[in-house]
């Protein structure tokens, strides 16, 4: 079946250590998204990328980072410039051509910093 | 600046009984408008869609309306079943900065009561 795994589930994190979160969609998809989903703020776009070897900013990109090296894979990372890293992650994919309504979602990453 | 607005963070309901969810937009550029339901610590999935053409769409149990003028929509679902409990959001799409976007709500946590 095809869709978007991301990895892990649940990570932990002490102040001042770099980590990345792994996002893989198997689905043909041209572009891929990262959000961030805090309560009460809904989901708020860190980077995305329209093609492989591509990139922008969202609105929240400061503290990230991000490759496509491969058309399946969109690694984010959280840097430890990044203020308030606890939050749940959310990868996204999107076909060409068919609009929002193929837009799928990762089942997503719980980040904590402790 | 929010964008996309779901002014109520939670609504409860009696099973059996219409939910109706509401989302405020400001951006006149939106061309196209969905609803996702996310389930915790799961990703959003896909609901209904409406085009800035349209004042109603209709799936089963789940109509959305448009108002234009207003800038506003609604979600409603009739008749309300406990797996309907969930949060919900409204997302409005726009050509931002040459590229497609999508721009969430806050989200509405729905509960259905038995």
């Known amino acids: 079946d095809g869709g978007i795994t991301q990895s892990p589930k649940y990570l932990f994190r002490k102040e001042g250590q770099n980590v990345t979160l792994s996002c893989e969609q198997n689905l043909n998809h041209d572009a891929m998204y990262w959000y961030r989903q805090d309560p009460g703020q809904g989901l708020r776009l860190i980077y995305y990328s329209q093609i492989v070897n591509d990139f922008q900013k969202g609105d929240i990109a400061e503290g990230y980072s991000v490759s496509r090296e491969k058309k399946e894979s969109f690694p984010l990372t959280v840097t430890s410039a990044q203020k308030n890293p606890t939050a749940f992650y959310l990868c996204?994919?999107?076909?060409?051509?068919?609009?929002?309504?193929?837009?799928?979602f990762g089942s997503g990453t719980r980040l904590t910093v402790v | 600046d929010q964008q996309v607005k779901q002014n109520s963070p939670s609504l409860s309901v009696q099973e059996g009984r219409i939910s109706i969810l509401n989302c405020d937009y400001t951006n006149s550029m939106f061309d196209y408008f969905l609803w996702y339901k996310k389930y915790p610590a799961e990703g959003p999935t896909f609901l209904i869609s409406i085009s800035s053409i349209k004042d109603k769409n209709e799936d089963g149990r789940f109509t959305v309306f448009l108002n234009k003028s207003a800038k506003h929509l609604s979600l409603h679902i009739v008749p309300s079943q406990p797996g309907d409990s969930a949060v919900y959001f409204c997302?409005?799409?726009?050509?931002?900065?040459?590229?497609?976007?999508?721009?969430f709500g806050q989200g509405t946590r729905l509960t259905i009561n038995p």
């Open positions: 996204a994919s999107r076909p060409p051509g068919q609009g929002w309504n193929g837009y799928t």
């Open positions: 997302a409005a799409s726009a050509r931002i900065q040459g590229a497609q976007k999508l721009v």
